[in-house]
Each structure stands twice: as structure tokens, then as C-alpha cells.
């Protein structure tokens, strides 16, 4: 209805709201990146609740999504895949390595990533991995935002063709 889209378009969109829900929704795909790794799987469910997860913060909290809120979701995306991922492999290592806290291999584990004290093969696959699997939660979630934005803005004629709104008039 005409009332409902004069809403949609009446709310104004929070970036610093938004950042901080998708940061808070990237939390629990991290903690469920992490839950899933160690229970010994590796899950496209993981990275799809990420990308769920974090662009539905972004909406909760930043009001609505748009493009601004779609390249900040994903950055925070990128950013939270990789910690998560590191933690992960902190955590493998602690438990290997009893000696060193999580904390402690944590800090051992990125200075090897970023020194080149690690086995690129070993490593980059599975971090590939679940980059794809966020994306294929992140992908499907950003075109259901956009569409839904989209149907909202567009009015059927009686004789079935569809045009966008460009005025609204009272009737």
C-alpha cells in the first residue's frame, strides 16, 4: 500500500547502528564458525549463518539496508570470517600445543600467517572454504533485501504490467 511504502522510505538508515548490529550478528557466526570446526566438521551452514547473521544485524539495528549497509555488512563479513578462523586454529593448536593458552597460539598462529611461517596449501583451502560458504548465506540474503526494497516501490497496473512509483496521490 501507499501508506506501507511512505514508511519504508520515512526511515532513515543508521550506519553506526548498523555497524554495530552486524558486528554483533558477526559474533554469533564466529561463535558458530567456531562451535561447528571443532566439533570436527566443516559446514557451508557456518558461513551461511554468518551471512545471515550479520546482515540481519546490520538491518535490525541500522533500520534498514542499503548499499552503504550491504558493503559495511560485508567488510565486517570479511574481517569476522578470517578472526574466526584464526581462533579456530588457535584453539586446535592449544589443544595440541597444552603448554601455550589459546591466547598464546592465537598470537603465535597470525605472527606464522602473516611471516610466512606456515604451509600456504594447508591453509588457504579451507579459509577459501568458508569465505564461499559466507557468501553463499550473504548472496541470497542481499538479493531478498533488494527485491523486497524493490516490490515496495512498484505498483501493478489492472492490466498486469508494473511500473515504479514516482508519486503518490491520495485516493
Keep these: 500500500t501507499v ?8 526511515k532513515a538508515e543508521n550506519p553506526v547502528g548498523g ?19 571443532q566439533l570436527g566438521y566443516v559446514a557451508a551452514i557456518s558461513g551461511v549463518i554468518m551471512g545471515v547473521c550479520t546482515l540481519k544485524g546490520y538491518e535490525m539495528l541500522g533500520g ?21 578462523y584464526q581462533l579456530d586454529s588457535a584453539i586446535l593448536l592449544s589443544k595440541e ?22 604451509i600456504w596449501e ?16 550473504a548472496v541470497p540474503t542481499v538479493k531478498n533485501r533488494i527485491s ?6 512498484t505498483f501493478y497496473r489492472m492490466d498486469g504490467q508494473s511500473a515504479p512509483v514516482t508519486e503518490y496521490s491520495e485516493i
Excluded: H, W
Excluded at 539496508?65 to 574466526?84: E, P, Q
Design 3 to 10: 501508506n506501507r511504502i511512505r514508511e519504508n522510505e520515512a
Design 64 to 84: 534498514k539496508i542499503s548499499k552503504t549497509g550491504v558493503i559495511i555488512s560485508c567488510a565486517v563479513m570479511v574481517v569476522m570470517v578470517f578472526l574466526s
Design 122 to 137: 594447508n591453509y588457504l583451502p579451507s579459509l577459501i572454504m568458508l569465505y564461499a560458504f559466507t557468501a553463499l548465506g
Design 19 to 37: 555497524f554495530v548490529g552486524a558486528l554483533l550478528g558477526s559474533l554469533l557466526g564466529a561463535a558458530a564458525i567456531i562451535l561447528i570446526s
Design 148 to 153: 523486497k526494497q524493490y516490490a515496495l516501490n
Design 97 to 118: 600445543y597444552t603448554d601455550y593458552s589459546v591466547f598464546e597460539c592465537f598470537k603465535i598462529y597470525n605472527n606464522a600467517v602473516f611471516t610466512g611461517g606456515i
